[in-house]
């Protein structure tokens, strides 16, 4: 009999019924609770297409009308729902849960192809706020755009950055570490895994957004390589942009533009593939139409896309550094607070998508992200939120928010915040808002004292080895960090106390 078995029969029948009801809610297994969602879905011939993401279940069904959004949210296990679209429905089950029903979907023999769902981190707001967003096109849907580039290579990017965050965390904590075996095995061993994404980032860049524009995937990664070949420089020395005392001053140089101009330039190589290819015969198209294409983009995008996109990256590396490393505490402290702030309402109304451009812009340039830290302090203020609801909402005798919150906090503390957004502070509005000026507090300290990742990807608890490219150095950057999240938890916590009445928890 398990101990809370024995806890809950202390207390009579009615904790028996209690305990016998947990028990089926940890027993349930996936596929209990894909047929269940299935049921309410319309059944399992009106779902046309089921995936996953990191938390969520993306299911598109044939008839939006059988949709049962109320009896989903009901369902054990689903800590929310995302329905802002006609005949298309996200479920939020989790990480590691998601990926486990969508392979169960498959074995039922539901088609699982990914053809029009995007991969990303896409946190949306409540069905008006997203609607209302989407009369904003153009900057919206280039900011999605660069997102459903980038995200995909998010495990890349956490793999190279957990592996220098380890690296220089080890070497500062082993100043000897050369004269020993292992660490010297060890160091190298992290670092190649780290130079083999950072090394060819344009490339899996390039690679990735041919993809997205409708191109062939191995030109825009060779196009995305070209940009960091030191061939550039011989060629920019012939033309007379070549700075040979300050190289990396250069107006046209190798890496000039990185990430940036790798997009930009692939968005024009499928342009012009498509041209050629309309007009080369079928016999020819497979020897001629690839070799044309990189020819004819080359010109454009060496003379004119590098200088123009490196003077951008440049630009925009300068400002990120003047207010997240400003020589001004005062500056870091109202920067780091206000864009913590705000993070949340950005992630809502879609707009986040740019900052993994920004990020990986700021990471190829410098080896380091300095925006990203702070921002990580807004799932931790969601966290502190979650938890004040929570024993306002079991004082209330609220045991549906209750059961959310526990089965969504483990994420949280991981620093995936998507069931507490959908499942708790996004549904009741106002822990939405204060999470946020909770978190703000804990932005505000690490942006004041300096913390930089190696990467940007992970968060909460994930993200503490990463935090290791700090000014006061690595194991300063990650107590920092770590300090950070607990002042988000408690300020995030404090703040939903005071906004949020515990009438409103009891009825949420």
């Known amino acids: 009999m398990h101990t809370y078995y024995r806890v809950f029969a202390l207390l009579g029948d009615k904790g028996i019924k209690e305990c016998k009801a947990h028990e089926r809610e940890a ?7 894909v047929q269940n969602v299935l049921v309410h879905l319309g059944g399992k011939e009106n779902v046309r297409l089921a995936t996953n993401c990191q938390t969520r279940l993306r299911v598109e069904v044939a008839d939006d009308a059988k949709i049962d959004e109320d009896a989903l949210k009901n369902v054990e296990g689903v800590l929310g729902i995302v329905h802002d679209r006609t005949n298309y429905i996200e479920i939020v089950v989790g990480p590691g849960k998601c990926r486990k029903c969508a392979d169960i979907c498959a074995a039922m023999g539901i088609a699982t192809s990914e053809e029009g769902l995007s991969c990303d981190n896409d946190w949306k707001a409540n069905k008006k ?21 980038f995200v995909p290579l998010i495990p890349g990017v956490i793999a190279a950055g957990l592996c220098a965050g380890l690296s220089s965390l080890i070497q500062q904590l082993n100043p000897g570490w050369k004269s020993d075996m292992f660490f010297s095995v060890l160091i190298p061993f ?23 524009f409708g191109g062939t995937p191995i030109l825009g990664g060779m196009l995305g390589m070209i940009t960091g070949l030191p061939a550039i420089n011989d060629i920019s020395a012939v033309v ?7 190289p990396l001053d250069a107006i046209l140089r190798s890496g000039r533009g990185g990430v940036l101009a790798a997009v930009l330039g692939v968005f024009l190589l499928v342009k012009i593939e498509k ?5 080369m015969p079928d016999s020819l198209d497979i020897v001629f139409t690839p070799v044309l294409t990189l020819i004819v983009t080359l010109i454009p995008y060496i003379f004119v896309v590098m200088p123009l996109c490196g003077f951008i ?8 550094q003047q207010l997240c ?27 986040h998508h740019g900052l993994v451009a920004i990020y990986s812009i700021q990471l190829e340039q410098f080896g380091y992200v300095t925006l990203y830290p702070a921002l990580a302090m807004a799932g931790a203020g969601q966290v502190g939120a979650a938890i004040a609801i929570y024993l306002k909402a079991k004082r209330g005798g609220n045991k549906r928010i209750c059961n959310v919150i526990k089965g969504a906090l483990p994420a949280g503390f991981l620093g995936i915040g998507e069931p507490l957004i959908y499942g708790v502070t996004l549904p009741m509005g106002r822990p939405f808002i204060s999470a946020g000026l909770g978190a703000g507090f804990g932005g505000a300290l690490v942006m004041a004292l300096g913390v930089a990742a190696t990467t940007w ?16 150095g690595a194991i300063a950057s990650v107590l920092t960090y770590g300090a950070g999240l607990v002042v988000s938890y408690i300020m995030g916590f404090v703040i939903t106390n005071i906004m949020v009445k515990n009438e409103e928890v009891a009825n949420a």
């Open 240 to 246: 007379g942009l070549f700075n040979k005392t300050q």
């Open 129 to 149: 706020a997203v609607k209302s967003q989407q009369s904003d096109s153009r900057i919206r849907l280039i900011l999605k755009t660069f997102g459903e580039i």
């Open 275 to 279: 041209a050629i290819r309309a007009k």
């Open 27 to 33: 027993t349930m297994t996936n596929e209990e609770l």
């Open 190 to 212: 992290l670092g190649l895994i780290n130079t083999s994404f950072l090394a060819y980032l344009t490339a899996w860049v390039g690679y990735r957004a041919a993809e997205k």
């Open 325 to 351: 490393m400003s020589s001004s505490i005062a500056v870091r402290i109202i920067a780091g607070y206000i864009s913590t702030a705000l993070f949340l309402p950005l992630v809502a109304m879609g707009m």
């Open 457 to 472: 990807g992970p968060s909460g608890l994930l993200a503490l080895f990463v935090m290791t490219a700090g000014e006061g």
């Open 313 to 320: 990256s440049s630009g925009i590396c300068m400002g990120l």
